[in-house]
Nanobody, 123 residues
Framework: QVQLMESGGGSVQAGGSLRLSCAIS????????MSWFRQAPGKKREGVAS???????AYLDSMKGRVTISKDNAKNTLYLQMSSLKPEDTAMYFC?????????????????WGQGTQVTVSS
């Protein structure tokens, strides 16, 4: 059984930084995609960043230059480093794994999802 567990969310002031973590158990490969998504209340879920076959390849346009996705293979943990956070970044952030195929930034092909970690950015 594959399980994903996010952590590192919290409340920060605008301009602050956070590093989100996604601990992966039951799966040691990189898959087709390992990605971060977010969803704010009343809005659609959107892709934030993605590793394609282990390599960073895509970022949400509104967060380019402010986020970095990476994976520590020894710890089997996916990370999302965020800086210069804005109130509009407030959302629930999810990590997800697509073992066999994905079409970024859609949700197609993602087999496993974490439960999410809340990020709240205040003015």
């Amino acid at each position: 059984q594959v399980q994903l567990m996010e952590s590192g969310g919290g409340s920060v002031q605008a301009g602050g930084s956070l590093r989100l973590s996604c601990a992966i158990s039951g799966y040691t490969g990189n898959g087709a995609c390992m990605s971060w998504f977010r969803q704010a209340p009343g809005k659609k879920r959107e892709g934030v960043a993605s590793l394609r076959h282990g390599d960073p390849t895509a970022y949400l346009d509104s967060m380019k230059g402010r986020v970095t996705i990476s994976k520590d293979n020894a710890k089997n943990t996916l990370y999302l480093q965020m800086s210069s956070l804005k109130p509009e970044d407030t959302a629930m952030y999810f990590c997800a794994v697509a073992r066999y195929w994905c079409i970024w930034p859609s949700e197609g092909g993602f087999d496993y999802w974490g439960q999410g970690t809340q990020v709240t950015v205040s003015s």
